[in-house]
């Protein structure tokens, strides 16, 4: 079993920054793909940005050249989200693949509110 633990969320301003966090604990050895989602209530979640192993980074449109993905180790996640706008508010999940026998994760999320 993997646990995905959220931080990071809160109220922020139009142009605004926020940093999440992801801290994975448990059977974290066989992690290989991270990403952030996010969802808004009455629509379906979204993928936000994803992360290999290897680093690999990709960004829905709406967010490129604004967020970026990291993470330090298998244990570690970081969404950084800058130039926020009202529309990026959202829930935001940590989502986690384990490889070995393939399973996914979902953390509890955490509230991000970007005012105008």
């Known amino acids: 079993q993997v646990q995905l633990v959220e931080s990071g969320g809160g109220l922020v301003q139009a142009g605004g920054s926020l940093r999440l966090s992801c801290a994975a604990s448990?059977?974290?050895?066989?992690?290989?793909?991270m990403a952030w989602y996010r969802q808004v209530p009455g629509k379906k979640r979204e993928l936000v940005a994803v992360?290999?192993?290897?680093?690999?980074t990709n960004y829905v449109d709406s967010v490129k050249g604004r967020f970026t993905i990291s993470r330090d180790n298998a244990k570690n996640m970081y969404l950084q989200m800058n130039s926020l706008k009202p529309e990026d508010t959202a829930v935001y999940y940590c989502?986690?693949?384990?490889?070995?026998?393939?399973?996914?994760?979902w953390g509890q999320g955490t509230q991000v509110t970007v005012s105008s």
């Open positions: 448990g059977n974290i050895f066989s992690i290989n793909t």
């Open positions: 992360i290999t192993s290897g680093g690999r």
């Open positions: 989502w986690a693949l384990r490889t070995s026998p393939d399973q996914t994760y």
